[in-house]
């Protein structure tokens, strides 16, 4: 049989894949149709799925993970050239005469066995503190929110590239047959609601094949359209009308060789399922009342943060591959201290009852749940700082991201910061070594797992990235 160049390199790249990946899954079957090819050790997966609680406008590390005591000395103090060493600044404070630094306004302390430092404002998040592994020397290249975020899910700062998730869909494959592999979920938060918007390219496929795209929820009114047949139509009709498009589609493949007509067969298939998948999957009349109030009130309104980390959960116990929480809110350029109250009233309780929801089903050994923006905040304030406010812009040298369960070295804080919170001083950790860390976690090479795409081989970390070993237990 004679396939196109895309087809034929789709299947050479699982073939490859699937040899040097954990477990050798598919490695039998394959083994009878080609010669063994002696490969590097693939990493013994850790975790089956991925619930990743990202905060979208990014969290200030220095009011939240990564306290500096040393500047209430320095309170109102420019800045030092010799720390900002010339850093490129945003069109917000690229106008400003001087740069005075703005201690935090909130208590730290530290939690659990492993003396892990939290803000006041996250005790629910400290109380986990030996669970998670506190990454305090993210960095990353992009210094804007559509950059940023577009290169923390993808590897890329321009769009078009798949995201984390379709990446995971297209090497692992799925085993919810229900479901799709790749879910996201999106909340508003009540810090700042007009927050920066996020945009269905941050779950695409890019070049991928389409069906290992990301599946949003809709976080008001109906969360998926259409789910139930249109009047006088039952589910023996509806079958036999898929049925019917499957013999076109075919026959369309057979004609064109494009395997977006397979991609289109999937996906009705999948939306098949998925009106009896997602009710059952969004009714939490079956959930105890202890559980309901550990995730806080706004676990039944449907479409909060609260409610999207319940779902979350519900959605690893079916194992859907990859979970992603969208969390608006996060940007707070002016009156951070009352915003940022309202971002932990919205997550801090909801984060700490999915990571015990997990424990307590005894999930969070094969979970792993990634917590963090896309980059992170200033130690000197943007606008006026006054005695009981301030503001603060957008910093890429360094922020904080938190990673608990699978595979990960709980009660470990990795990685230090200058005593301004402005530079990494030890084991800086950039966004390429997260995103390989995470694959790796999952059973795979983040070098082996490539796609050909307009004549180069593509991987979610580019040319570059390293696992961070020592965050691994």
């Known amino acids: 049989m004679n396939l196109p160049a895309s087809a034929l390199q ?15 899954l598919g490695l039998a079957a394959l083994a009878s149709l080609t010669n063994p090819v002696a490969a590097a050790p693939a990493p013994v997966a850790k975790a089956k799925r991925v619930i990743y609680l990202f905060q979208s406008g990014a969290p200030s590390q220095v009011d939240l993970f990564d306290p500096k005591p040393a500047m209430e000395k320095r309170r109102g103090e420019d800045l030092p050239a010799s720390i900002r060493m010339g850093q490129r600044l945003t069109t917000m404070t690229s106008g400003q005469a001087k740069f005075p630094v703005a201690p935090s306004a909130f208590k730290f302390q530290k939690h659990g066995k492993s003396d892990m430092w939290f803000s006041e404002l996250v005790p629910g998040m400290a109380a986990h503190a030996d669970d998670w592994c506190m990454v305090r020397t993210a960095h990353t290249e992009a210094i804007n929110h559509d950059p940023a975020i577009t290169f923390i899910q993808t590897g890329s700062q321009l769009p078009g590239r798949p995201s984390i998730g379709a990446w995971l869909g297209y090497g692992l494959g799925s085993e919810c047959k229900d479901l799709p592999a790749y879910v996201v979920l ?19 496929a890019g070049f991928l094949p389409s069906q290992h795209q990301g599946v949003k929820l809709r976080n008001k009114g109906d969360a998926v359209l259409y789910l139930s047949d249109p009047p006088g139509v039952g589910r023996d009709d509806r079958r036999a009308t898929l049925d ?7 026959q369309e493949f057979g004609r064109s060789n494009d395997p977006e007509t397979k991609a289109r ?27 309901l109030e ?19 959960r519900r959605m690893a116990e079916r194992d859907v591959r990859f ?12 009156g951070l201290p009352k915003a940022i109250r309202g971002q932990c009233k919205d997550t801090d309780r909801a984060t700490s009852a999915l990571l015990t929801d997990l424990k307590d089903r005894d999930m969070l050994k094969d979970t792993l749940v990634v917590w963090g923006g896309e980059f992170g905040r200033t130690i000197y304030s943007q606008g006026a700082l006054t005695a009981t406010d301030y503001g603060r812009d957008h910093h890429p040298r360094c922020f904080t991201v938190l990673m608990a369960g699978a595979g990960v070295k709980g009660g ?3 990685g230090e910061t200058d005593e301004f919170g402005y530079n990494v001083t030890d084991n800086p950790v950039h966004v390429h070594d997260l995103n390989a860390t995470i694959l790796h976690l999952l059973g795979i090479n ?15 970390t580019d040319v570059h990235g390293n696992v961070v070993k020592g965050i691994l237990s």
């Open 446 to 460: 983040h070098e082996k797992l490539t796609y050909k795409f307009q004549g180069r081989d593509f991987r979610l």
């Open 294 to 312: 550990a995730y806080g009130p706004d676990v039944s309104r449907p479409g909060s943060y609260a409610a999207n980390c319940l779902l979350a």
């Open 10 to 24: 789709d299947a050479l790249n699982r073939r490859l894949f699937l040899r040097q990946s954990a477990g050798g």
């Open 186 to 204: 999106t909340s508003f938060g009540s810090g700042r609601p007009d927050d920066q918007p996020l945009y269905d390219r941050l779950w695409s």
């Open 323 to 334: 979970v992603q929480l969208f969390h608006m809110g996060w940007d707070h350029h002016g």
């Open 265 to 291: 067969t999937a996906q009705y298939e999948m939306a098949f399922r998925m009106q009896t998948s997602v009710p059952d999957l969004l009714d939490l009349t079956k959930e105890t009342k202890k559980t």
């Open 244 to 250: 019917r498009l499957a013999v076109l589609n075919n």
């Open 412 to 414: 470990t804080t990795y």
